[in-house]
């Protein structure tokens, strides 16, 4: 128990100081496995237990890629193939052959060497992904290219792991001969799992889901990932494949948004607790005693890697800067790179000493990356006032409106603006959304709106009002927050997806709030009056009579907003008042609108028999 409390402090205190201090949390969970490990303070863990940790660990990988599968649907795969095997092949091969001719000048066989080279080619999923989502370029266009890099390095991996035996050296190394048998067994394994999870896997979590016991949905899920690892290890193949695919085929189910809800906590703890048990397999007494090979030959895998990749960016078609953070972002070895050596080790390929510097290597180059990204960001805002994400060139311009989001919403703000001749700048994190809109005739610029640099490129500071219009409600907000700190005394006229968002927009300070749906379910409601045999001017009176009441109710709740059972009863008495408004307002005008033909007197629907236990959602609150 006091090992495992010194790991949820270290991995508790670590990465939060981390990134107080602008080096990434990734580097925090490093430096702690390191103070940790075999060679740190008190060697509080041996060599043994750190590897046990390490493989133990190596499970919040496999639930990385699942998370990764749901999040990339098949249809979303299919359209990537171009960049995953042109763009990701071309960077392994191109990658691997200038390291497997640098390796060939410490090792003895070219199939070590090459073994080596290509190892070092792979770069880490999990800590790259993790940098770019903290450096907030996975949304961007290069961090897209990224993705499918690694997509294709973790495929890749798959047979390089098998092949491990044809690499070994002929230095009476024992290894066992690869079957063709062994290969179709693989092969089949897919396809069963490929067909179990196409037309098995969501009946099954359907009839988990109907128990309506949460615990046994967590359960499912996990259940899921763990057998789909287990099949692919009996096969021989990666679990980490295997998890992936059952992600991709669970990407179009109803219940995916409830999966990665449930999995995300497990695979958070698991991939930090995988990052601290990299720092404690350290050989730090290898690095003090030859320091100037280790951190050159990792400074040497850095660029390398970060030129080619770069060079690779820039011919699909990235500009000098995203293509140069593309180049660093992927410049580490990857956990890929500690399996492959711990497998050629066992088969012959590589000696001991061999290994342990390979590690060492791999380690100090994922220490670097957020540090190397860090440097980049702020020397290219220094040098030319760029803002750090990807985004569109944006115009010059004053006494302008910046419109955040330009989905639905706002593009019906920018045609009145451009009707008008009032100039905007439309933002959208969405690359094709902007394309799309390009081909109508509209313009906005591609760039995340609720990101401090990409308002600022947008001249915010200069401009006359601020659309809030973005569909994503936490981004949303960030944008709001962000807006209303640093200019207090500028418009926002603001978008809510739901009745919960515009009680938060209020309690911002922003009055001007109007819910994406409410008008246009007056304007429905009104028609319907009508088509019931209402006047129009009875039917006019009723909606306004509503919508003021609603107004006001909207201004009382934001009171006790956040008091659940004083909300829930006001919404029970409402119906009441709604009524006796109802009433009063058709005593008043008794005789002035008399309908055109007979038709049943408003009701209002009953109360509800029970309420919600959970808070308002867009699905239960308007």
């Known amino acids: 128990m006091t090992e495992v409390a010194l790991l949820l402090a270290a991995m508790a205190i670590a990465p939060p100081l981390a990134r107080r201090f602008g080096i990434g949390t990734v580097l925090g969970y490093l430096l702690a496995g390191i103070a940790l490990g075999p060679h740190g303070i008190r060697h509080v863990f041996s060599s043994y237990e750190a590897h046990e940790i390490l493989e133990f660990s190596e499970f919040g990988i496999v639930l990385l890629l699942f998370l990764i599968g749901l999040e990339l649907r098949p249809r979303r795969l299919w359209a990537m193939r171009q960049g995953i095997f042109r763009l990701g092949g071309a960077q392994v091969a191109l990658t691997a052959l200038p390291l497997a001719l640098a390796a060939a000048l410490f090792v003895e066989q070219w199939q070590a060497a090459l073994f080596i080279g290509l190892a070092l080619a792979l770069s880490s999923t999990a800590f790259a992904l993790q940098v770019l989502e903290e450096q907030g370029d996975l949304a961007a266009r290069h961090g897209r290219l990224a993705f ?96 992936f695919i059952a992600g991709a085929l669970l990407a179009e189910s109803s219940y995916r948004h409830q999966l990665e809800a449930d999995i995300q906590p497990f695979q958070g703890l698991l991939l930090g607790l995988f990052f601290t048990a990299i720092g404690m397999s350290l050989n730090v007494a290898l690095v003090l005693e030859r320091p100037f090979l280790v951190f ?221 749906t409410f008008l246009s379910a007056l304007e429905t409601t009104r028609q319907v009056l009508v088509g019931l045999g209402y006047t129009e001017r009875e039917s006019e009176r009723v909606t306004k009579t509503f919508r003021a009441h609603d107004e006001r109710r909207l201004i009382e709740d934001y009171a006790h907003y956040s008091d659940m059972e004083k909300l829930q009863a006001k919404a029970r008495s409402d119906v009441a008042t709604l009524e006796r408004l109802f009433e009063e307002d058709a005593a008043d005008n008794l005789g002035n609108d008399a309908p055109a033909r007979p038709a049943k007197p408003v009701k209002a629907p009953p109360p509800a028999q029970k309420e919600p236990e959970k808070g308002p959602t867009s699905n239960e609150v308007a």
């Open 148 to 243: 499918a890099v690694l997509l294709f390095q973790d495929l890749a991996a798959i047979p390089l792991i098998a092949l491990v035996p044809l690499f070994a050296s002929a230095t009476g190394a024992v290894t066992e001969p690869m079957d063709l048998a062994a290969a179709i067994w693989g092969l089949g394994t897919i396809v069963v799992v490929v067909l179990f999870g196409y037309f098995g896997l969501d009946t099954f979590m359907r009839l988990v889901a109907r128990t309506n016991v949460k615990e046994a949905m967590t359960a499912a899920a996990l259940l899921t990932v763990v057998t789909v690892s287990l099949l692919m290890q009996k096969a021989g193949l990666s679990a980490s494949l295997g998890a």
């Open 296 to 516: 050159g030959l990792a400074m040497a895998l850095v660029a390398v890697k970060a030129v080619i990749l770069y060079a690779l960016g820039r011919r699909a078609g990235l500009a000098e800067r995203p293509a140069r953070r593309l180049g660093l972002s992927l410049s580490q070895g990857g956990e890929f790179g500690f399996v492959l050596f711990t497998a050629g080790l066992s088969a012959g390929v590589i000696d001991d000493p061999t290994s342990d510097l390979l590690i060492a290597v791999v380690t100090i180059s994922m220490a670097a990356t957020p540090v190397l990204l860090a440097i980049e960001r702020r020397l290219a805002a220094r040098a030319a006032g760029d803002p750090l994400l990807a985004f569109d060139q944006l115009p010059n311009r004053d006494e302008h409106v910046v419109i955040a989001g330009f989905g639905r919403f706002g593009q019906i703000v920018a045609r009145v603006l451009r009707g008008k001749k009032i100039p905007f700048i439309a933002l959208d994190i969405s690359a094709e959304q902007v394309e799309l809109v390009k081909n109508f005739g509209a313009q906005a610029f591609y760039g995340d709106a609720s990101r401090a640099e990409i308002l600022e490129a947008a001249q915010i500071a200069n401009a006359r009002a601020f659309v809030l219009a973005i569909d994503d409600i936490d981004a949303s907000m960030r944008a709001a927050e962000f807006v209303k700190r640093r200019y207090p005394d500028m418009p926002i006229y603001a978008r809510a997806r739901n009745r919960n968002h515009a009680l938060r927009l209020l309690d911002l300070g922003i009055t001007t709030v109007q819910r994406e």
